[in-house]
């Protein structure tokens, strides 16, 4: 409201009528955000998707729908979009935990993701790669999961780790653009490069031609993601912000909050948020 009064005296009705739909909108904005940050908090303290929907007023159904794609995806920083296909195959990943009675979605799950759809089913079956196979290989190395779950489990620290790397190297393939697309063909290319993460061990168990992977690959992708320990490398946009903390230009992380002489994205905030908390409760 302070900023619509700023305009008061303006003769032009126009002008305020600006800036009260600025206002709202910045309004609506934070409104979701709040409503984001306490559905994760309920979602992590083991409420049901069906206990937020009644306090919500709406459906299991329609809260999921709302929300589910954002808890699963937080890892993504904000100006990179994933593909529809890859939305699809990290539906099926999480389905995939929950008939596993995981506690988690590993990534041998988004492997089996991956089977779903695009160009990273292809390779992966010209690998002779399967659901079947994977679960199996899966299970002798990692041990069996629970009972099927109703509710969907949350990514592991290694599963967050792989979608950062793919999202990196999504931006990295196409430097131009204001909003990359992360597509099936770069969560595979950090899945299969990653030799000490489950789903690569799930590929060498199986006999998989990681190289033979790599090469094919290389037709859809322009460069392979750096390993999953290193950092951003500090692109400069026109104004030159990156995130103090993780690297990511302004470009990729989608906004960045300034302090004296530093910057801080979205997901480093989150991040940092997750290890006081985890402190906390030590």
Known sequence: MARVGQTADSPDAIERLDAAISVAAESAAAGDQLL????????????SWTEVGTR????????????????????LPGAVRPAPRLQACLRRAESEAQA????????????????????????????????ETIRDAAHRLFGLGG?????????????VSALDSA?????????????????????LFALALDSGGRARRVLNDLGAD????????????????????????RARTSSGA??????????????????????????????????LEREQSC
């Open 36 to 47: 984001d940050h306490f559905v994760a908090q309920a979602r992590k303290a083991g409420h």
């Open 56 to 75: 919500l007023g709406v459906s299991k159904q329609a809260v999921r729908q709302r929300f589910v794609e954002r808890t699963t995806l937080f890892v």
């Open 100 to 131: 596993d009675g995981a506690a988690e979605i590993g990534t041998q799950h988004l492997l089996v993701g991956l089977l779903a759809e695009g160009v990273a089913a292809a390779i992966l079956e010209t690998q002779g790669v399967h659901a």
């Open 147 to 159: 009972p099927p779950s109703q509710d969907a489990p949350a990514m592991s620290a290694e599963a």
């Open 167 to 187: 999202a990196r190297h999504a931006a990295d393939s196409d430097p131009d653009s204001e909003s990359p697309l992360l597509r099936t063909e770069h969560l």
């Open 210 to 233: 990681i190289a033979g992977v790599r090469r094919e690959l290389e037709r859809y992708v322009s460069c392979p993601p750096r390993r999953r320990s290193g950092r951003w490398k």
């Open 242 to 275: 990156a995130c103090s903390f993780c690297g990511r230009p302004k470009r990729v992380a989608g906004r960045l909050v300034a302090g004296p002489g530093v910057h801080i994205c979205p997901a480093c905030v989150a991040l940092s948020a997750d290890i």
